[in-house]
């Protein structure tokens, strides 16, 4: 199977506080990994796309600034929520695009519950 | 524009009945067209996919979807929904002519089976 792995799962942190979630791919490599903001009971929102070794594609109205995006190799992809505020509390969920796989579905992190107090 | 949606937030439906969740889209080429299912607090679970071939694609946990191209239509079936089906659902599309491997989902439908 295709596993990707988000961690944590679950994180408080204070106001002005900076998180990092990370996002692997374990038993494939991905040239592609994308980070997504789920609202309650909501869509999900693409935030960046993320291509290694290369800078992330933003998309339309979300901060490059707020939201740090590192695709340092073929398996692993963070986001750093910088000076996090409470309305950046979401789900955020990661997915990866198998190399070489044109046709192929995303596979998908478990996700990360961030509650910014 | 590409676009997705799934007309109903929410789909009722007794154990042992048939389900259908609905999904239609907007592409400007031919799609690849995909569905996942989301338990709480959980990613997204691949269901199944149509790249080419045989409109009716069978996928995990006994679902299918049938693409009917004339309607743009790609719903979501089962023959006898179980209560552990319970869940949202989305459809998801990406135009075949993208090289990003970008997905466009649909708002989600939320599938409940009663007991």
């Known amino acids: 199977g295709a596993v990707v792995s988000q961690h944590p799962s679950w994180v408080i942190c204070k106001s002005g506080t900076s998180v990092k979630i990370e996002c692997r791919s374990l038993?494939?490599?991905?040239?592609?990994m994308f980070w997504y903001r789920q609202f309650p009971k909501q869509s999900l929102m693409l935030m960046a796309t993320?291509?290694?070794?290369?800078?992330?594609?933003?998309e339309q109205g979300v901060e490059k600034d707020k939201f740090l995006i590192n695709h340092a190799s073929l398996t692993l992809s963070t986001l750093t929520v910088t000076s996090a505020h409470p309305e950046d509390s979401s789900f955020y969920i990661c997915?990866?695009?198998?190399?070489?796989?044109?046709?192929?579905?995303?596979?998908f992190g478990e996700g990360s519950r961030l509650t910014v107090l | 524009a590409q676009s997705v949606a799934q007309p109903e937030d929410q789909v009722n439906v007794a154990e042992g009945n048939p389900l259908t969740v609905k999904c239609t889209y907007s592409?400007?080429?031919?799609?690849?067209l995909f569905w996942y299912v989301q338990y709480p607090n959980r990613g997204l679970q691949f269901l199944l996919k149509?790249?080419?071939?045989?409109?009716l694609v069978k996928g995990s946990y006994g679902f299918e979807a049938e693409f009917n191209k004339s309607q743009t239509s790609f719903h979501l079936k089962k023959p006898s929904a179980l209560v552990s089906d319970s869940a949202l659902y989305f459809c998801?599309?990406?135009?075949?002519?993208?090289?990003?491997?970008?997905?466009?989902f649909g708002q989600g439908t939320t599938l409940q089976v009663k007991p």
């Open positions: 997915s990866a695009s198998r190399q070489g796989a044109n046709t192929g579905e995303l596979f």
């Open positions: 038993d494939f490599q991905a040239t592609t």
């Open positions: 993320s291509n290694e070794g290369s800078k992330a594609t933003y």
């Open positions: 592409v400007s080429g031919n799609p690849y």
């Open positions: 149509y790249i080419t071939g045989d409109n």
């Open positions: 998801a599309v990406r135009d075949r002519s993208s090289n990003t491997g970008k997905l466009i």
